[in-house]
Nanobody, 123 residues
Framework: QVQLVESGGGLVQAGGSLRLSCAAS????????MGWFRQAPGKEREFVAA????????YYADSVKGRFTISRDNAKNTVYLQMNSLKPEDTAVYYC????????????????WGQGTQVTVSS
């Protein structure tokens, strides 16, 4: 069982930066691939970024590539999402998720989800 708690969301102007954190409980965090997803009002949840258990492989949605960076610290049981050059279209609730298999961009394959943190980017 893994419990995930996101933090770091907030209100930022376009062009600004935020860093989201996702703290995980459990001793087996380092064996899980982790992902970040987001859901804007009236839209479906979409993939943002994912990272393998070791941190050696990362994947990004085209919409955030070059602006967002996913990383993890297995000693701290935490995964991060550094978001730079934010745009109003990045406004959404951001969720972190964990899966016991390999890294994936498919949300349905993730076993555990956090409660989400709101990111609002003003123009």
């Amino acid at each position: 069982q893994v419990q995930l708690v996101e933090s770091g969301g907030g209100l930022v102007q376009a062009g600004g930066s935020l860093r989201l954190s996702c703290a995980a409980s459990g001793r087996t965090f380092s064996s899980y691939a982790m992902g970040w997803f987001r859901q804007a009002p009236g839209k479906e949840r979409e993939f943002v970024a994912a990272i393998s258990w070791s941190g050696g492989s990362t994947y990004y949605a085209d919409s955030v590539k070059g602006r967002f960076t996913i990383s993890r610290d297995n000693a701290k049981n935490t995964v991060y999402l550094q978001m730079n050059s934010l745009k109003p279209e990045d406004t959404a609730v951001y969720y972190c998720a964990a899966r016991s298999g390999g890294v994936s961009y498919i949300g349905a394959l993730y076993n555990y989800w956090g409660q989400g943190t709101q990111v609002t980017v003003s123009s």
